[in-house]
């Protein structure tokens, strides 16, 4: 039987700027039962008593255990108290490492955000407005966010120029239903996002690769290319591309948008990334505003959920046609949504949490560096690596691979090149794996299916 010295051995300090109370208790556990402090089996003291201890509230020590318990940390045994659980085997669960999503920030609360967040909108907004159609292109309010998270980027944005949509896909699809024709050509990088492939085909567009160099795309190539056919639109995501992670410098970018506007070609810049960088150069939206249409997104830097994503379009007419095009896809945005999107980013909440991804996104970077040899590149930005094979791997066989053999998704670099032979590397998203412990673990897997050369039975499946 423990005393209770021993049955708090495992507690650490109070951290002031660590995030809530139960949280840290969370994590108390979870750093004892790494490091052995707290063993499979070990009775944890009742929770009032707990709370005596720490001197904080019961509700505090409740949330702890509970969060505990969702991370499989304890498990509650009725009247015989709470005790420290046994890892749990995760039996044929894959460990995603191909979705690119914001990885959870420490020390943020998403219950406590959500909570705090839709009670300010149903405070300050009629509930019947948020269950009804809104074809405006989002409210006044909602574009005033949308200038303010625009503001780092393009700096003083006219709100009249704002559209907020569902999303950035949707956003793409509408963009190019309003500045092409069916049969247009669409340039791009030769590694390109596949959801404009995928809303290209099927729009009757066709995608076509200019060439590019350790900067990015070349001018002299686009303007050969605008000179053979008949371009509409010049798509390009110059800040940390996906999959790439390349950012295109500020001379790049002014070249080019002096390269289209020659051209009469319109440029889509979709800049999910923007704010996850440290010191990007700005938007080409910055050097060519009336030839640029720019996409921002929340679900690359805060949480796919939100769905929200605001455009720049400075041209009056093409925004009328833009926002028609995007009626004839999706009607509207969520309204609850779209309004929690405005309430974080007026009451500052969307900066704190943008502030969490970037610094654990870093983090994360860094342990990508560390587990993969070195192949990743060190302390980079984004949530995303893009990690060259050896030899004797192909990207497709690596894939197969790694989820026939170490459970994990990963993607071939095939996924992004159409009509080119794509180079031997896939692509590592670092934030769907919302533990880090278990991210982790699974890039060992990974460094170490990297280290040995692949079946035969992997050879013959190709």
């Given at each position: 039987?423990?005393?209770?010295s021993?049955?708090?051995?495992?507690?650490?300090?109070?951290?002031?700027?660590?995030?809530?109370r139960?949280?840290?208790?969370?994590?108390?556990?979870?750093?004892?039962?790494?490091?052995?402090?707290l063993?499979?089996?070990d009775?944890?003291?009742?929770?009032?008593?707990?709370?005596?201890?720490?001197?904080?509230?019961?509700?505090?020590?409740?949330?702890?255990?509970?969060?505990?318990?969702?991370?499989?940390?304890?498990?509650?045994?009725?009247?015989?108290?709470?005790?420290a659980?046994?890892?749990?085997?995760?039996?044929?669960?894959?460990?995603?490492?191909?979705?690119?999503?914001?990885?959870?920030?420490?020390?943020?609360?998403?219950?406590?955000?959500?909570?705090?967040?839709?009670?300010?909108?149903?405070?300050?907004?009629?509930?019947?407005?948020?269950?009804?159609?809104?074809l405006?292109?989002?409210?006044?309010?909602?574009?005033?966010?949308?200038?303010?998270?625009?503001?780092?980027?393009?700096?003083?944005?006219?709100?009249?120029?704002?559209?907020?949509?569902?999303?950035?896909?949707?956003?793409?699809?509408?963009?190019?239903?309003?500045?092409s024709?069916?049969?247009?050509?669409?340039?791009?990088?030769?590694?390109?996002?596949?959801?404009?492939?995928?809303?290209?085909?099927?729009?009757?567009?066709?995608?076509q690769?200019?060439?590019?160099?350790?900067?990015?795309?070349?001018?002299?190539?686009?303007?050969k290319?605008?000179?053979?056919?008949?371009?509409?639109?010049l798509?390009?995501?110059?800040?940390?591309?996906?999959?790439?992670?390349?950012?295109m410098?500020?001379?790049?970018?002014?070249?080019?948008a002096?390269?289209?506007?020659?051209?009469?070609?319109?440029?889509?810049?979709?800049?999910?990334?923007?704010?996850?960088?440290?010191a990007?150069?700005p938007?080409?939206?910055?050097?060519?505003?009336?030839?640029?249409?720019?996409?921002?997104?929340?679900?690359?830097?805060?949480?796919?959920?939100?769905?929200?994503?605001?455009?720049?379009l400075?041209?009056?007419?093409?925004?009328?046609?833009?926002?028609?095009?995007?009626?004839?896809?999706?009607?509207?945005?969520?309204?609850?949504?779209?309004?929690?999107?405005?309430?974080?980013?007026?009451?500052?909440?969307?900066q704190?949490?943008?502030?969490?991804?970037?610094?654990?996104?870093?983090?994360?970077?860094?342990?990508?560096?560390?587990?993969?040899?070195?192949?990743?590149?060190?302390?980079?930005?984004?949530?995303?690596?893009?990690?060259?094979?050896?030899?004797?791997?192909?990207?497709?066989?690596?894939a197969?691979?790694?989820?026939?053999?170490?459970?994990?998704?990963?993607?071939?670099?095939?996924?992004?090149?159409?009509?080119?032979?794509?180079?031997?590397?896939?692509?590592?998203?670092?934030g769907?794996?919302?533990?880090?412990?278990?991210?982790?673990?699974?890039?060992?897997?990974?460094?170490?299916?990297?280290?040995?050369?692949?079946?035969?039975?992997?050879?013959a499946?190709?």
């Open positions: 039987m423990q005393d209770e021993q049955a708090i051995a495992w507690l650490g300090q109070f951290e002031q700027h660590a995030g809530p139960y949280l840290q208790i969370a994590d108390f556990v979870e750093q004892a039962l790494a490091d052995g402090r063993k499979p089996g009775r944890l003291p009742p929770q009032r008593r707990l709370a005596q201890l720490l001197q904080v509230d019961l509700t505090t020590v409740t949330r702890a255990y509970d969060e505990a318990k969702r991370r499989n940390l304890l498990e509650g045994k009725g009247a015989r108290g709470t005790y659980a046994a890892p749990k085997a995760e039996l044929a669960q894959l460990l995603d490492l191909s979705m690119n999503i914001p990885p959870p920030p420490d020390g943020v609360d998403f219950a406590d955000l959500l909570k705090q967040g839709l009670a300010q909108v149903l405070l300050r907004t009629d509930s019947g407005l948020l269950m009804n159609y809104h405006g292109g989002g409210s006044q309010a909602d574009r005033a966010a949308g200038a303010a998270w625009l503001a780092p980027m393009l700096g003083r944005v006219d709100e009249e120029q704002l559209v907020v949509c569902p999303g950035a896909q949707s956003a793409l699809a509408a963009l190019i239903l309003t500045l024709r069916h049969g247009d050509t669409i340039l791009a990088e030769p590694a390109v996002y596949p959801g404009l492939r995928t809303a290209a085909a099927q729009l009757g567009r066709r995608v690769a200019v060439e590019v160099d350790a900067a990015g795309m070349l001018p002299d190539a686009l303007e290319a605008c000179a053979k056919q008949r371009v509409a639109l798509y390009l995501n110059p800040t940390l591309q996906n999959p790439t992670t390349h950012t410098p500020a001379a790049r970018r002014r070249e080019i002096r390269v289209a506007a020659r051209c009469g070609v319109q440029i889509i810049e979709d800049d999910p990334y923007w704010l996850l960088a440290d990007s150069p938007p080409l939206a910055h050097y060519a505003p009336r030839q640029v249409s720019y996409i921002s997104t929340l679900s690359k830097c805060l949480a796919p959920g939100l769905r929200t994503a605001f455009v720049r400075s041209d009056p007419q093409q925004r009328e046609a833009f926002m028609a095009a995007l009626r004839s896809l999706v009607l509207m945005p969520a309204p609850l949504t779209t309004a929690l999107a405005t309430q974080w980013i007026h009451d500052g909440s969307a704190r949490l943008l502030a969490g991804v970037k610094e654990e996104a870093r983090k994360r970077q860094l342990l990508a560096h560390q587990l993969l040899a070195g192949k990743a590149e060190a302390g980079g930005d984004g949530i995303h690596v893009w990690l060259p094979l050896p030899s004797y791997w192909t990207a497709h066989e690596l197969q691979a790694a989820q026939a053999e170490e459970g994990l998704a990963v993607t071939s670099s095939e996924a992004f090149y159409a009509g080119s032979r794509p180079p031997n590397v896939i692509r590592i998203s670092l769907s794996i919302r533990d880090g412990r278990r991210l982790a673990a699974a890039l060992r897997k990974l460094s170490q299916l990297l280290a040995r050369k692949p079946s035969a039975r992997h050879q499946l190709v």
